[in-house]
Structures are given as structure tokens and as C-alpha cells.
């Protein structure tokens, strides 16, 4: 089975920084595109951050400046790295993936999540 396991959430003050790390296991190949997506209670799924094969991103642009997404394909492995962080940046950040041709938001597979409470 393939698997998306994320990790690296906690608790921050305002102005503090975290990495959330996911790696994938099982077998997986040509991950075209791998994501990181932030939901609160009542609100849908949204994606904060992508990378592709290549290294191009897209990023929301409220984490523009503040958030950086990587990738290590021999590893199969992609970090969110959070700085600045803001108490709206709050919520359960999800890792997944899908193949290049897939449309932005049908992803293939998806982690359990990894909670980021941003509080003073």
C-alpha cells in the first residue's frame, strides 16, 4: 500500500517557525506533484503550497514570502518549511500527491495530517 505520513506540528507563538515533513511510502513512483493543504473545523480543504518533479511551486498567496515547500524525489520526501508564522495560519496541514495530468485538488493520495496551533 502507499502511504503519506506527515509530521512536525506543534504549538508556536506568533512570529515562530516549524517544519512539517511528509514521506511517502510503499510503492509509489512518478509523484508528478506533491502538496501541503490546510483545513479548520467547517471550512473545505485548500491548498497552501505545490511542487512538481521539476521544482516549480505555486503557493497561496497569504504564505507568499513566509512559507517554502521542497522536495527530495530519491527520497520521496517533501517539507513545508513555516516561518513568520500568523494565528490564521492555524489548522490540520494534509500532505498529498497526484500525477501532472490530475487537476489541483483531485489528489491521488493523502496523509492523516498534522496539527499547527499558532497562539501567544
Known amino acids: 500500500q502507499v502511504r503519506l505520513v506527515e509530521s512536525g506540528g506543534g504549538t508556536v507563538e506568533p512570529g515562530g517557525s516549524l517544519q512539517l515533513t511528509c514521506v511517502a511510502t510503499g510503492r509509489i513512483s512518478g509523484v508528478g506533484v506533491m502538496g501541503w493543504y490546510r483545513q479548520t473545523p467547517g471550512e473545505q480543504r485548500e491548498l497552501v503550497a505545490e511542487?512538481?518533479?521539476?521544482?516549480?511551486?505555486n503557493y497561496a498567496g497569504s504564505v507568499k514570502g513566509r512559507f517554502n515547500i521542497s522536495r527530495d524525489n530519491a527520497k520521496t520526501t517533501t517539507w513545508l518549511r513555516m516561518t513568520s508564522l500568523k494565528p490564521e495560519d492555524s489548522g490540520t496541514y494534509y500532505c498529498s500527491s497526484r500525477p501532472i495530468w490530475v487537476p489541483r485538488g483531485r489528489e491521488e493520495y493523502w496523509g492523516q495530517g498534522t496539527q499547527v496551533t499558532v497562539s501567544s
Open positions: 511542487i512538481t518533479r521539476d521544482m516549480t511551486t
